[in-house]
């Protein structure tokens, strides 16, 4: 790849695996033969596959020594439980170092086929171009290839409901602290997504935002504050990530409860409504001019959508939501079922925070926390 001139490399999330290679447009069609190859002719050989078992334990280490990725995983087992959304992506240890090479070699011919992958190009190319690209990565299969197909775009999971515990923590000794507060929220596809969109941008999107003026301007309790939702098949969640000293971890979570509340009470100004939009165009209009961030955007519409949309029309969509559409989807999100929490802390914060959830310091609908 790298004698191209190109940069690739591969990620996985819930439901998809991304294969991705940035190249000059002149070796377009060779980098699209070997990603094409690479994904789905791989060699596999076994010598190969317990190099990499090693490397995929490293990079779970690697997570494991971040604080913000511990708070966003006790944040997922809050919310999720014992079901797959609540578990980690790429498990343990533990689990990695007991996968076989048949296991593996027999998922990947059972999964990664031509007929279940999408394939999105982006850039300075003419149709022409792009049809020669397509041709070279059909080509790089020989026997696999197939006719292209319609493949749904609903992905086979268990109706998932909020069945996790109230707070996660896990214990890690530090000046620092992260935490990650979140609610079960829309599925994909679902006609509140633009309206809950806005909304993140107004509550935590930016330095203008509600969260970020409040908590870390005005009252210097957090030095990092954000909001995001994720959308699944059949789940999704709402959630509000920060950082903070230890001992302003309580306060900054009963200032963020309090602010979800408040959204579902009153209806936000006009002025943040305006200024919220117009951020949101901006930066669909930055994730327009980037090759990558566009081909990843087109692959994932086409993947796991029955609707596929377009960078313009998730903009009308933006710009059509109205105030009241703003109430409604915040009182869907903290009436659907109750706050959960992810920590990453020392010992003497999650014990404050088990004696505040027990007094009812915190919101009534989080519930005794566990450690662990």
Known sequence: MESLGATSNAGT???????????????????ARLIGAV???????????????????????SYDDDPSEQAGTALDRALFGVHALGREIAGRPAEVRALRHEAVARFHARTYTPAATTLAIAGDLTLADAEAVA???????????????????????????????GIVAKIRDGEQAQFALGLPALRREDPDAPALELLSTILGDGSASRLFLE?????GLVYDISTSSVEYADAGAFIVAGGADPSKVIPALQLVTAALRRLAREVPSEGEIERARA??????????????????????????????????????????????????VARRLVKVGGFRVGL?????????????????????????????
């Open 344 to 372: 990453s802390a020392p010992r003497t914060t999650v014990a404050a925070l088990r004696r505040a959830a027990a007094r009812g310091d915190l919101d009534p609908s989080l519930l005794q926390p566990r450690t662990r």
């Open 279 to 328: 951020y949101l165009a901006g930066r669909l209009e930055r994730a327009a001019d980037d090759p990558r961030g566009l081909a990843e955007w087109h692959a994932s519409q086409r993947l796991l959508r029955r609707s596929p949309q377009e960078l313009p029309d998730l903009l009308a969509e933006i710009m059509r939501v109205r105030p009241a559409d703003l109430l409604r």
């Open 135 to 165: 041709r070279a990565v059909r080509a790089s299969l020989g026997a696999q290839a197939a006719p292209p197909r319609t493949v749904s775009g609903r992905t086979a999971l268990t109706r998932v409901s909020a069945r996790g515990e």
């Open 13 to 31: 999330d819930r439901e998809s695996t991304i294969y991705w290679i940035h190249v000059p447009q002149a070796v377009a069609v060779e980098a």
């Open 39 to 61: 994904a789905l002719a791989p060699l596999l050989h076994p010598e190969h596959m317990r190099i990499e078992r090693q490397i995929v334990i490293e990079e779970i280490r």
């Open 215 to 219: 908590l870390r301007e005005e009252r």
